[in-house]
Structure formats: C-alpha cells, structure tokens
C-alpha cells in the first residue's frame, strides 16, 4: 500500500531533550516536506527536500534540522525542543515538479 | 510570499444542501492548486488537484474550479451528507521557489 508513516504518533518531552520524528514514503518520490499545524495559523512547511542530500527551508525553519540520505526517509531532528514547538506535525511527500501530494499521519508533539 | 485565504472559517448547513468553499491566493503564479479533506486529530487526504492550465476538476460530488487570472479557487460540494463534516483545507504550488502554502481551512459541519 502506497503510503507516508510517521514515528512517533505521540510524543510527550521536556524542555532541551533532543528528538527525532521519523517520516518514511514508499512511491519513490523525490520531493518531501515537513509542516506544523497550529491553530489559526494553519499549516507552514519548515523545511523540504527536492531529492538525496538536496534540501531547503520553508517559512519556519528555526529550531528544526532534516536531512536526506536516503530518497525514502526525511527524519525531523530538534535539537533542544522548546515549548513554542508543541504542535501537531505532518510529513508529506510526492514527484518531483510539485503535483499531488500525500500526507502521513501526523504526529503530535508537546514540550513541556 | 504567497498567502491564502479561506473564506468562510467555519459554516453549519443542514444535509443535502449544496454549498461552496472558498479558496483566494495573492500570487497567480502557481504550478496547481489541490484541495484536502482534515478530519479531527487525523491527517490530510486529498481531494482534488487542479493543474494552472485547467480550470477545473471534478470528483464524484465534488467540483473544484480554478480562476488564476483573479486568485480563487471554489469547492463544490453536491447535496451534502453528515459524513462530509470536516475541515477543508487548500494549497497552492509554485514551481519557482518549490513551496507549498496552505490556507487555515474552512470547518464544515452537516446536521442531520
């Protein structure tokens, strides 16, 4: 089944305790991306990847790493998570040039 | 920066009314612009896409409609149903600068 997973669902952290949130795709697409979703304020990407070792910042990128080794993960990494960083977060993934796009699961984060 | 809006925030109708979303983005040079159904606590999935050459897509008893020239886009939703309650949510591509933008969604709500 063609799908974006993400790991964890739920996390519940501390203030400074570095993190990694998994983001997995099966469809062999090039392009991946990761957003927050906060209320009022919709979905911002934070960073995005246009394929292997190729990425770039969105709208709010501070406080958050990525990287891409590998075409079909986009790991998201905080470094030292900090309260304004509890949100729900989506990774997405589709072809190259921008057409449809898949989503996975979310994952909700609170820092604490 | 391209920002888009979604009008109205939220909208209570009784079932099988027909009703329109509205979607208006402030650069018309986008690459397409696809439309996802949220529903509570869970991630996006995707309704329609419309490519910036089409003016149109349909799907089942939903139509999108695409006007670039003014910077909107409509959902269409034939004689709703309680199960369509949820939030909808549009985004626009564009190929320079390769991001995504999403508006804050419109909360749908279908009484029985």
């Known amino acids: 089944e063609a799908q974006v997973t993400q790991n964890p669902r739920y996390l519940i952290t501390v203030t400074g305790k570095k993190l990694t949130v998994t983001c997995s795709q099966n469809m062999n697409h090039e392009y991946m991306s990761w957003y927050r979703q906060d209320p009022g304020l919709g979905l911002r990407q934070i960073y995005y990847?246009?394929?292997?070792?190729?990425?770039d910042k969105g709208d709010v990128p501070e406080g958050y790493k990525v990287s891409r080794k590998e075409k079909r993960n986009f790991p998201l990494i905080l470094e030292s998570p900090s309260p304004n960083q509890t949100s729900l977060y989506f990774c997405a993934s589709s072809f190259a040039g921008g057409p449809e796009q898949y989503f996975g699961p979310g994952t909700r984060l609170t820092v604490t | 920066k391209q920002e888009v809006t979604q009008i109205p925030a939220a909208l209570s109708v009784p079932e099988g009314e027909n009703l329109v979303l509205n979607c208006s983005f402030t650069?018309?040079?986008?690459?397409?612009l696809q439309w996802f159904r949220q529903d509570p606590g869970k991630g996006l999935t995707s309704l329609l896409l419309?490519?910036?050459?089409?003016r149109e897509q349909t799907s089942g008893r939903l139509n999108a409609s695409l006007d670039k020239s003014s910077g909107r886009s409509t959902l269409y939703i034939a004689a709703s149903q309680p199960g369509d309650s949820a939030t909808y949510l549009c985004?626009?591509?564009?190929?320079?600068?390769?991001?995504?933008?999403f508006g804050t969604g419109t909360s749908l709500t279908v009484i029985p």
């Open positions: 985004a626009v591509y564009r190929d320079t600068g390769n991001q995504f933008y």
């Open positions: 990847s246009m394929n292997v070792e190729v990425t």
């Open positions: 419309i490519q910036s050459s089409q």
């Open positions: 650069d018309s040079a986008i690459y397409n």
